[in-house]
């Protein structure tokens, strides 16, 4: 079989554009499945495979209808997933070996949509206008490559064609680059970090590592948490490491990295061994110092300017207390083993004696609270260090080793 690159996208209204990253795509990859999700009409500027009814019709609306209809809005949502549905299709055939696109804001919401089930690694590609500010609802938690537009995708100019060009050539480089070579057979540990909790996690990792592990660090700024949650469902993980939980503390009290209420699901779901510990708990996550909402200023919560662009403000005990509640609601679903460490020391680096955030009677509210409200048959183990201290990540560890340990028996 011949596997071809997918061009995705509007060919009603911007097909002088896409014949033209037609063209250049050309240049490096032969083989081109053109589909075309405009509603209005087509093109006779480049070949079309597939036209926009077939794609409204995997959506569930026949075309003439949504022409009919008018409604923009709807349109967009009704080929959206008629599109996501015609990629998987293909992907799950063996057909494809990448996808390009390119939109405004409708256009962009449609391609990327298209490939929110492509998996990570696979070559995917958008050109857009909303290649800037918050682009999580395009990107998601895959590797989807936003190119900016620089200019409105209206026409092909001085600045549009290097653009679409220089697209063109990455993402054919993309899909021409042989994956490297990896290690094979080795089980894979997930683990969550936070800069306030980077010792801690390196230590971890260096010492799994030691044991034939690797480890896949996961950032926990919302995003990084989702990502560790999706890839978990899928079960590439042989065990959770889940060292920074952080992303609680700004679900409970409205900071910036919430990885919504999901955190913490994946591992009992699918029974993979979780071990959960409360790093960062202590710090709550926000931009520059004028965008912390009013009402925590006025009731004199503790700051900490982090960065000229991070704000970190310490939880309190109210928080933490939700926060122990949840954490054992979250552990006594669970289908498989789960225990929590515990670090008497403080939960990051701003947390331990002599630092801003240091407030062991706060911290211990979350441990009262988890010891209330869990099962009795999950354990808590308790380290007097703080989290970044080489005795916590030895006995997290060997926690966890243990952890696998039983689950390989069985």
């Known amino acids: 079989m011949i596997k071809k690159i997918v061009m995705l996208g509007t060919f009603d209204t911007k097909d002088k554009e896409f014949s033209y990253l037609f063209s250049e795509l050309k240049k490096y990859y032969d083989n081109i499945l053109t589909i075309n ?35 923009r809005g709807f349109a967009v949502k009704i080929m959206c997933d008629g599109a996501k549905k015609l990629i998987d299709r293909l992907y799950a055939s063996g057909e494809i070996v990448g996808v390009i696109g390119m939109g405004g804001g409708g256009g962009t919401a449609i391609v990327t ?29 895959k590797d989807i490559v936003l190119f900016p537009s620089i200019v409105d995708i209206c026409g092909v100019n ?17 899909v021409n680059q042989p994956i490297p070579e990896s ?38 700024t919302g995003i990084g948490g989702k990502a560790l949650e999706e890839l978990t469902m899928e079960h590439y993980p042989a065990a959770v490491l889940d060292i920074t939980t952080t992303e609680w503390a700004d679900e409970i009290a409205g900071g910036v990295l919430s990885a919504g209420s999901s955190r913490l699901d994946a591992p009992g779901i699918t029974g993979i061994p979780h071990l959960i510990a409360p790093g960062c708990v202590d710090m709550v996550n926000f931009g520059p110092m004028n965008t912390v909402p009013e009402h925590f200023i006025k009731e004199g919560r ?12 310490r939880s309190n005990k109210e928080e933490n207390e939700k926060i122990g509640k949840i954490f054992a609601n979250k552990a006594n679903k669970a289908k498989g083993s789960v225990e929590f460490i515990f670090p ?17 009677e706060t911290n211990n509210a979350l ?4 010891k209330a409200n869990i099962k009795n ?14 005795v916590f990540s030895k006995t997290a560890v060997d926690l966890l080793l243990g952890m696998l340990k039983i689950k390989n028996k069985k």
Not at 40 to 58: H, K, N
Not at 61 to 66: A, D, N, P, Y
């Open 367 to 370: 441990l009262e609270s988890l």
């Open 344 to 360: 008497l020391g403080g939960f990051s680096m701003l947390d331990c004696e002599g630092q801003p955030f240091y407030d062991p």
């Open 377 to 390: 048959d999950i354990k808590i183990h308790t380290v007097a260090e703080n989290i970044n201290n080489p």
């Open 302 to 313: 503790l700051f900490n300017k982090w960065t000229p662009m991070v704000t970190l403000m």
């Open 113 to 141: 949509t298209a490939l929110q089930n492509l998996p990570v690694g696979f070559p995917k590609l958008c050109i857009s206008t909303l290649a800037s500010g918050d682009t999580s609802p395009y990107v998601g938690t």
């Open 37 to 71: 999700t405009g509603i209005l009409g087509s093109t006779t500027l480049f070949p079309v495979d597939i036209e926009a009814s077939e794609v409204s019709l995997l959506g569930g609306e026949e075309l003439i209808s949504l022409q009919k209809k008018g409604d």
């Open 158 to 174: 001085r600045f549009s064609r290097q653009i679409i060009s220089r697209a063109a050539a990455a993402f054919c480089g993309m």
């Open 183 to 220: 290690v094979k057979d080795r089980p894979i540990i997930f683990i969550s970090m936070f800069g306030n909790t980077t010792k801690c996690v390196e230590e971890c990792a260096r010492l799994l590592e030691k044991e034939g592990y690797d480890s896949i660090v996961f950032h926990a």
